[in-house]
T-cell receptor, first 119, second 114 residues
Framework: AQTVTQSQPEMSVQEAETVTLSCTYDTSESDYYLFWYKQPPSRQMILVIRQEAYKQQNATENRFSVNFQKAAKSFSLKISDSQLGDAAMYFCAYCKNNAGGTSYGKLTFGQGTILTVHP | KAGVTQTPRYLIKTRGQQVTLSCSPISGHRSVSWYQQTPGQGLQFLFEYFSETQRNKGNFPGRFSGRQFSNSRSEMNVSTLELGDSALYLC?????????????FGQGTRLTVV
């Protein structure tokens, strides 16, 4: 069974600074997707960034980037120029790439990291 | 385009009762998944439906069930409620196939069992 581990229950960062959230996972699959989701107090889960396991290049979305180390099964999220609106719970998630099409419907989540941004 | 809609947003039920939660996916999305979120267990996958068929099921007792209708709307039912069923229940929809797709989540239904 796949597992996702986030070892940092809480992190804090000063506004405009950079913070890195850690995630490790365990799977025997070679083809899968990894995600970072953000859950603000409104509880709405919002996709931050997606990484396809077969792609060597690390994904980037504006101020958000990942460090994907497939051999080490590590998937960290770096938030640059942190903003007050980045404060939320962040979840790392894994999804197997099913043959015949990708199902994003069965995500395995980590326990989450609460990010606090100080002005 | 309307997002994923979950109703009701809040529910209070008594132990032993049953409850039905509803999820309307984004138009055109054929896959609907359900997750339970609790402080102790985190986010756990319940089940996924695609074209009215259950495709995947998580490790939950048979008291938890679901179904999907021909218009892709989904319901989940919990019978004989226990205090431990108190949680935020999240629904997500996705198109299932195609590149650059993702799971879109609703705002959840907060269930409190007393």
């Amino acid at each position: 069974a796949q597992t996702v581990t986030q070892s940092q229950p809480e992190m804090s960062v000063q506004e405009a600074e950079t913070v890195t959230l850690s995630c490790t996972y365990d799977t025997s699959e070679s083809d899968y997707y990894l995600f970072w989701y953000k859950q603000p107090p409104s509880r709405q889960m919002i996709l931050v960034i997606r990484q396809e396991a077969y792609k060597q290049q690390n994904a980037t979305e504006n101020r958000f980037s990942v460090n994907f180390q497939k051999a080490a099964k590590s998937f960290s999220l770096k938030i640059s120029d942190s903003q007050l609106g980045d404060a939320a719970m962040y979840f790392c998630a894994y999804c197997k790439n099913n043959a015949g099409g990708t199902s994003y419907g069965k995500l395995t989540f980590g326990q989450g990291t609460i990010l606090t941004v100080h002005p | 385009k309307a997002g994923v809609t979950q109703t009701p947003r809040y529910l209070i039920k008594t132990r032993g009762q049953q409850v039905t939660l509803s999820c309307s996916p984004i138009s055109g999305h054929r896959s609907v998944s359900w997750y339970q979120q609790t402080p102790g267990q985190g986010l756990q996958f319940l089940f996924e439906y695609f074209s009215e068929t259950q495709r995947n099921k998580g490790n939950f007792p048979g008291r938890f069930s679901g179904r999907q209708f021909s218009n892709s709307r989904s319901e989940m039912n919990v019978s004989t409620l226990e205090l431990g069923d108190s949680a935020l229940y999240l629904c997500a929809s996705s198109p299932w196939t195609g590149a650059n797709t993702e799971a879109f989540f609703g705002q959840g239904t907060r269930l409190t069992v007393v």
